[in-house]
């Protein structure tokens, strides 16, 4: 009987558990085991937990902030998660996919101040003042003069300019304070365009604010400002010089290099605004990666190539015509013909007048035609008339193609629209100020105001190219984001506890 007893007692210890086992879900025995005594995704009860844990992992080191934010909304309730994501994350690049919104903000600023300063350099050319410092010292010559010892020795340096010679020969020293300052404002506005963009690229870049390829712009970005100051000093450089045209002409710098000049500052300020405006577009589609998709998707639509390559093509045309435009500031083109839209007896003036035999350095007049087209006020003058009435007709095509168009009506979205009204408003104002700076004799207001005309004019063709704009790069991250989403809701789901 002994046997027997123990039996019965070995079997009376092991019956609580085995009813347990037997009248409890083995599922759900496992999840609540595995929730009481071990972290999520991390179980060895059940493969299904543990591979899980490992896509979420894999698919979460392809992402750090700022979608981290994102990601940690599709999986709310799972903290471990969370810190396999940030381990994941650590073993990854340390550039973020994209951007900080804060860069984007400063990219713009620099882009404000650049516009500008762009506007403020014609204010300079206009009042003859770009020749008033005829020394490049970008560090020493910070300052203006202190005392009147200083003053002196600048306007000596001046008094020996051709400007002053040929030009200026009654200029009081008062007169030259004038001048020199506004030029010396012009300079220490450069150096401040150089310093707080280099600076904060420089501080972004080492605290992993920017993604790699965006870093990789800045640099571009860098060496384009420390380039454009280069530029400014070889064109002040050339108005010193005697012998750049023929003796008794108006002393001025070289037209080609203040094209150069003005080309330069718009590619730089093209850079800042179109990446700014792109890192704020990322962002607005990463708030809700469905959403984006499904917009990115939509432009994508082989129908909108043509709109998409014409608002390309009128942006180049824009650039072109305002480098037009500084010939005509250059030469002093437009102090002739001071009439619109005929030049002289004709819509044109005659031909032996546009292609002057004068403009030709070579003796088989092989350079005819394209010295005349730079060199020639009357036919760059002509140049640039032609050019600003291809944009403004080009404008109004598009304009008239999204109006007309049962595709466009259809497929391109409302912003677009928005942005093609706002491309046409800016054109018809600056046509209006082309023609009156044209007919009142270029006056320094109306001067002024046609150049900035043409920096917003091509603002808005860029702010309108951003919203038809498919970035690929994003699109990717979006994809990834939403899979991301997806699979870790239906986690979530798949491990919810179940009422039985």
């Not at 909304?73 to 903290?79: D, E, I, L, V, Y």
């Amino acid at each position: 009987m002994a046997p027997l007893g123990s039996s019965v007692s070995l079997l009376r210890r092991f019956t609580p558990r085995l009813s347990k086992e037997l009248f409890t879900c083995r599922q759900c025995l496992v999840r609540s085991h595995n929730y009481a005594t071990k972290p999520a995704f991390r179980t060895s009860s059940t493969p299904f937990t543990q591979n899980t844990g490992r896509i979420n992992a894999a698919v979460y080191a392809k992402f750090k902030t700022p979608f981290s934010s994102v990601l940690r909304r599709s999986a709310s309730g799972s903290a471990t998660a969370n810190t396999t994501h940030a381990q994941a994350s650590k073993s990854k690049s340390s550039f973020p996919p994209v951007t900080h919104k804060t860069v984007a903000y400063w990219l713009l600023g620099s882009a404000a101040s650049v516009f500008g300063i762009v506007v403020f350099g014609g204010l300079t050319r206009l009042t003859e003042s770009g020749l008033s410092i005829t020394e490049w010292r970008p560090v020493t010559g910070s300052l203006p003069p202190m005392n009147a010892e200083d003053w002196e020795s600048e306007f000596s340096k001046y008094r020996a300019s051709p400007e002053f010679q040929l030009l200026n020969p009654n200029m009081t020293l008062s007169e030259f304070k004038s001048i020199y300052y506004m030029e010396w404002i012009h300079r220490f506005w450069g150096r401040f365009v150089g310093l707080s963009f280099v600076l904060p690229a420089v501080f972004f870049v080492a605290t992993k604010k920017v993604s790699k390829p965006m870093a990789l712009r800045l640099g571009g970005i860098a060496g384009l400002i420390g380039f454009q100051g280069f530029i400014g000093w070889w064109m002040v450089k050339s108005g010193l010089k005697d012998d750049l045209f023929a003796p008794g002409s108006h002393p001025r710098v070289s037209q080609y290099r203040l094209t150069a000049h003005l080309g330069a500052a718009f590619v730089c300020y093209v850079a800042m605004l179109w990446n700014g405006l792109a890192i704020l577009r990322s962002h607005r589609l990463m708030a809700d990666p469905e959403a984006g998709i499904k917009l990115l998707d939509s432009l994508r639509d082989p129908k909108l190539n043509v709109f998409r390559r014409s608002v390309a093509g009128l942006a180049l045309l824009v650039f072109v015509t305002a480098l037009s435009g500084a010939l005509v500031a250059g030469l002093d083109a437009g102090l002739i013909y001071n009439e619109f839209p005929f030049m002289g007896n004709g819509l044109a003036p005659p031909k032996s007048e546009l292609f002057d035999q004068r403009y030709s350095r070579h003796e088989d007049r092989s350079d005819l035609w394209w010295r005349n087209m730079l060199e020639n006020p009357s036919l760059v003058q002509l140049d640039h008339r032609i050019m600003a009435m291809t944009t403004f007709t080009s404008i109004m095509a598009l304009w008239a193609y999204t109006r007309r168009s049962p595709t466009m009506k259809r497929l391109l979205p409302p912003v677009a629209k928005k942005g093609v009204h706002g491309v046409v408003a800016f054109a018809f104002m600056q046509v209006g100020l082309g023609i009156s700076t044209l007919l009142y004799l270029v006056p320094t207001p109306l001067a002024s105001a046609h150049q900035a005309g043409s920096l917003f004019l091509l603002t808005w063709v860029l702010v309108l190219g951003s919203r038809v704009w498919h970035p690929s790069r994003t699109a990717k991250l979006l994809q990834m984001a939403a899979k991301a989403r997806s699979q870790a809701a239906a986690n979530a789901a798949s491990h919810a506890p179940r009422r039985l």
